[in-house]
């Protein structure tokens, strides 16, 4: 046991930094992924609520393939296949637009599961009382829908958290890049890929309580 | 007097369905009217047309003379709507609270968001109307907590706020367990006491004989029958109005 432990005590030093810069890029990736997930999806649900049959058709268009396809096929596609019609993204920029894409088709069934969830009588309260459509949706609607919401949201961040590991294999610098260069160098894949796991695990532990937590109260 | 509500000619289909076929009445200030009438008979979406929570296939509906829904010949958006419903306090049948709210911001959210009073001066409000309704003791609860009756009761005191020129009661107790019935019918009594001027729908037939000045029984989209509530419950003069008015009574 204590020679299986014995590199961390040995190489901990070196490895830290390493490991703590490659946790940064993890969490900007993920970060700066699911923001423009959110963004993306609400324009999708508004695509989707639209009057106008093309944008409704699109909306459905792409849920559906991006459903289908793999994240990591639409990385490939982003950074390897779009400079060959002259479309260079940077690896960092890649990974993001690729993670959101995929994930902006979750958010938005999300956000619609979310208002579905509202009763009509709500609106028609709100109605009733004098609000404009806008303050209705700001007083009334959205605070209820994020209340729905946050919990499944938080879920959606921690799974695209996990996912943004793919981002290694078109050379994004993140934690499983690092490990796998590490382990090249250090002869020891065995401990460093569990750093490298517990490393996930420190980022996304304290999401994934917080959303029991929010969830706790909602199922009372 | 003029009428402080006045409806003519008011149709409504839902798709090649004609639920009101062409109604017509008028309320006076303080005047307090019941409708009656069998499920389907269209009295609920009469009364969510005074509103435009329908929007009425024909007719013209006139609150204290200004014409609800229709501006220059052209149908007003939701946004336009606005005033003129705040002009008028609705009930639901299932209260329709809003449960992110306390009960207190309830009853005032609309006055500071509508009517932009301060935080302070709404709150008064809020707390003025909870006690029409026997609710202070609730102020700061969460709608969820309250019972079905004090739901409704806060939800009355919500429409009070308003400030309506006129109050909509769609079966305020058709949702309520038997026991919590009267709390609610209580509360809008001593409203209609006020001198407020108020249209209910309703299948409490004994409350509606009681409180109200006039009744209206409605049946297949038309009014078959009106007039002073004791008589139109009591000695009802049409057939259709007597045979609903047995068998609410068994």
Redesign the interface.
């Known amino acids: 046991m204590t020679g299986f432990l014995q590199p961390y005590f040995e190489y901990g030093g070196e490895w830290w930094p390493l490991l703590a810069e490659a946790m940064l890029n993890t969490a900007l990736l993920s970060v700066a992924g699911f923001f423009l997930s959110v963004v993306l999806g609400l324009a999708l649900l508004l695509c989707q609520m639209s009057g106008s049959a093309v944008l409704r058709g699109f909306a459905a268009l792409y849920v559906t393939t991006v459903r289908g396809v793999p994240l990591l096929a639409i990385l490939f596609l982003l950074y390897f296949g779009l400079p060959g019609v002259g479309i260079t993204f940077n690896a960092f920029t890649a990974a993001v637009l690729g993670l959101s894409l995929c994930f902006a088709a979750q958010v938005s069934e999300l956000f619609r599961a979310g208002l579905k969830a509202i009763?009509k009588?709500?609106r028609?309260?709100?109605?009733?009382?004098?609000?404009?459509?806008?303050?209705c949706f700001t007083?009334?609607i959205l605070?209820?829908v994020v209340?729905v919401i946050l919990s499944p949201m938080i879920v959606t961040f921690v799974s695209l958290l996990k996912d943004s590991s793919l981002a290694s294999l078109i050379t994004v610098n993140e934690l499983v890049l690092t490990g796998r260069a590490m382990a090249t160098e250090y002869f020891l894949p065995l401990q460093i890929y569990i750093a490298v796991g517990l490393c996930y695990f420190m980022i996304g532990w304290p999401f994934s309580v917080l959303s029991r937590r929010l969830a706790a109260p909602a199922a009372r | 007097m003029d009428a402080l509500l006045s409806v003519a000619g008011l149709r409504k289909s839902f798709g090649s369905v004609e639920v009101l076929k062409g109604i017509d009445f008028s309320v006076k200030a303080g005047e307090k009217i019941a409708l009656i009438g069998p499920s389907g008979s269209g009295k609920s979406t009469c009364l969510r047309c005074m509103n435009f929570l329908e929007t009425p296939t024909a007719g013209e509906i006139l609150l204290d003379g200004e014409r609800i829904g229709m501006r220059n010949g052209r149908m007003m958006s939701d946004r336009q709507l606005a005033p003129q419903r705040a002009e008028m306090g609705m009930v639901f049948q299932l209260f329709n609270l809003w449960p992110h709210l306390t009960v207190t911001e309830n009853v005032a959210i609309a006055a500071r968001k509508v009517r932009g009073l301060a935080y302070k001066e709404a709150r008064e409000l809020a707390l003025d109307m909870l006690a029409k309704v026997h609710m202070t003791h609730r102020a700061d609860a969460s709608p969820l907590e309250l019972s079905g009756g004090q739901q409704q009761r806060v939800a009355i005191a919500r429409a009070l706020a308003q400030k309506p020129k006129l109050m909509l009661f769609d079966e305020p107790t058709s949702a309520l367990d038997p026991e919590l019935v009267c709390e609610v019918l209580n509360v809008i009594e001593e409203l209609a006491g006020e001198g407020r001027t108020m249209l209910l729908v309703t299948h409490e037939i004994a409350f509606a004989r009681d409180v109200a000045d006039r009744v209206m029984f409605l049946d297949g989209g038309v009014i078959v029958e009106e007039g002073p509530a004791s008589a139109v419950i009591n000695t009802p003069r049409e057939e259709r109005t007597r045979s609903f008015l047995k068998q609410i009574r068994h």
Not at chain 1, 124 to 135: R, S, V
């Open positions: 009763p009588g709500q028609e309260a709100a109605l009733a009382a004098g609000f404009t459509p806008a303050q007083f009334v605070p209820q209340r």
